[in-house]
């Protein structure tokens, strides 16, 4: 195989589960002949491989969510949690003594910060990284939650096993919104698997949030704009009626750099599109409006 594994096979490459070589045909002039595994094959190979040689997250930073009074390990150079996660824990609503999951939990934000919000919601964090539950767990404990927080290390591709269906008022899920090969490929451990989608794709997150929520439950989830329409459509299949929508512009004047959604599962609802949220004024300056603050 060849020295840097990739993430993702690039369109010209093939991996080759016989010869157990990546490169594409053009460089390596010949093949060994037998069955070439299809795009979704590859992927899966790949992500398999790379989680068997992940490293642990060793090398990590102790960050603060102050408003919050939350400390937060995660990885230094790996996937670091943004502004998303803390945009949708505003967006959502989480009712007394609710269940909720987080699906792509990473170092544990967002179960971190709803507990703070209300003291008796029980949140479960499922992420398929090991080394990221590891922290997610560790995280809980450090801040108080291990008796209300519970980490699992699990794909959700195998959400069946996680709990039985209709077990959760809310779940929430900030999940990788690159399709395999496009956006720029990062050369730090982590992020591209929080990302691009791997072994489980945008179908695959609706689906398990789903079948896990309650009838009449709430699905909420922060994903990229040049997916609205497929994303609408895939609820639209799965029968979870879209009931709020919010876009998200860095400054007035810019383009929508992701959006909030919420679904609901089992009932029909009224679309409710609510006002632009705009992150940062002209000078960057952040607006007015800073719900996650709040």
Not at 242 to 271: Q, Y
Request: glycine share 6%; aromatic share 6%.
């Amino acid at each position: 195989m060849s020295g840097d594994m990739k993430k993702h096979p690039c369109p010209d490459c093939t991996f080759c589960q016989w010869c157990s070589d990546d490169r594409c045909r053009l460089c390596l002039g010949t093949g060994c002949g037998q069955r070439k595994l299809s795009q979704a094959e590859q992927i899966e190979r790949y992500e398999q491989l790379n989680r068997a040689a992940a490293p642990a997250v060793v090398d990590c930073s102790t960050d603060t969510l102050r408003h919050f009074e939350l400390t937060i390990r995660q990885p230094q150079s790996g996937y670091r949690f943004s502004l998303d996660p803390l945009l949708l824990c505003d967006f959502v609503t989480v009712r007394t003594g609710e269940r909720v999951i987080d699906l792509g939990t990473g170092c544990g934000v967002m179960p971190l910060v709803l507990a703070r919000r209300e003291p008796t919601a029980e949140i479960v964090g499922v992420d398929f990284q090991p080394e990221m539950a590891a922290l997610a767990k560790e995280n809980a404990v450090a801040n108080g939650f291990a008796g209300r927080i519970t980490i699992e290390t699990a794909d959700i591709l195998q959400h069946k096993t996680l709990s039985p269906d209709s077990s959760f008022d809310l779940v929430i899920s900030n999940p990788p919104y690159r399709t395999p090969g496009s956006g720029k490929i990062s050369p730090r451990t982590g992020r591209d698997l929080a990302r691009h989608e791997s072994t489980a794709t945008l179908t695959d997150f609706l689906a398990a949030a789903k079948y896990l929520v309650k009838p009449s439950g709430r699905i909420c989830m922060i994903y990229h704009p040049e997916r609205l329409a497929e994303f609408i459509a895939e609820a639209t299949a799965l029968k979870l009626a879209v009931v709020r929508l919010r876009m998200v512009h860095g400054t007035i004047d810019a383009e929508a750099r992701m959006f909030l959604i919420e679904l609901v599962k089992g009932r029909k609802g009224t679309l409710l599109i609510l006002p632009p949220l705009v992150v940062r004024n002209a000078d960057s300056s952040y607006t007015a409006e800073r719900p996650w603050l709040t």
